[in-house]
């Protein structure tokens, strides 16, 4: 599906797992600053193009990542990076 045709979210399930392990889960209403405050800001310093990921605070559960770990993320319904540390 083309980010064109992907609507906006205010709220969904958002989550990231480290080796397929569930650290971190929560919803897109539960952020201090909304996703478009935060894109608004970064715009401001980074010239942001289609397929960048913006990572920002942490719910519970954070902790490292090791080389080798596969990282995966995701909002449900938009998209599920996966990057491998390196």
Wanted: one cysteine or more; a negative charge.
């Amino acid at each position: 599906m083309p980010a064109q045709a992907i609507e906006h979210p205010v709220d969904g399930n958002i989550w990231l797992k480290i080796n397929g392990e569930a650290k971190q889960q929560g919803d897109l209403n539960q952020m201090i600053w909304k996703v478009p405050e935060i894109i608004a800001e970064l715009s401001k310093l980074f010239t942001l193009a289609v397929g960048d990921v913006i990572m920002s605070g942490t719910p519970s559960g954070v902790g490292p990542v090791l080389r080798g770990d596969v990282v995966s993320c995701g909002i449900d319904g938009v998209a599920t990076p996966t990057v491998t540390v390196v």
